[in-house]
């Protein structure tokens, strides 16, 4: 029978070549990927996936909701970027708008919305009546109630299509100014 010290000697002998074998054997052992951090969490405070914030006024009405897929706040730039922006805007005077991009930039003052990629901006939440319009980039100054770009813009409801390079648009008044290249189609009822 092995005395302690020999079983040790022994295991010793057969686990160690084992231990050096598995350890020294490259195709074995899965290579490790350092994993870089995405550019943009670098320049990040926090994030938010799948977030909904509700802005309120002075008398605790629900003033406006902004659902994204993800919020990003880069306090050095001072703006939060969003990833498939919904924003609905209530008013007790006006039907609730709604307005959706594939993504944006909300600077840290609130006194500019940038939306950036099939932007839809719809008047009506009833879909039927309402007017929508599309562009590829829109401007919102919501301290000035003013919407703007440069691109090209299509204006649609039941009644006809409206074309334009650039536009103007009141949010509080509604009223539209079209810049350039007007084009229309007017659908008798």
Known sequence: MLTGRARLAAAAAILIPAVIYLGMDS??????????????????????????????????????QLSS???EH???????????P????????????????LKGIISDNNDEVTLEGKVLFQDNSDASIATTLRTDSLTILPQQSIARTDDRVVISNSSGTTTSVGMTIDTDSGILNLLSDVTGVYNVN
């Open 27 to 64: 195709e074995r052992r899965p290579i490790q990927v350092k994993q870089e951090p995405n550019p943009a969490y670098q320049q990040a405070d926090y994030y938010i996936v799948n977030g909904k914030i509700r802005d309120f006024d002075s008398t605790g009405l629900l003033k406006q």
């Open 69 to 71: 897929t993800q919020l």
């Open 74 to 84: 880069q306090p050095a730039l001072q703006q939060t970027v969003v990833t498939n």
């Open 86 to 101: 919904e924003m609905q805007i209530f008013n007790a005077d006006q039907p609730n708008r709604r307005v959706s991009s």
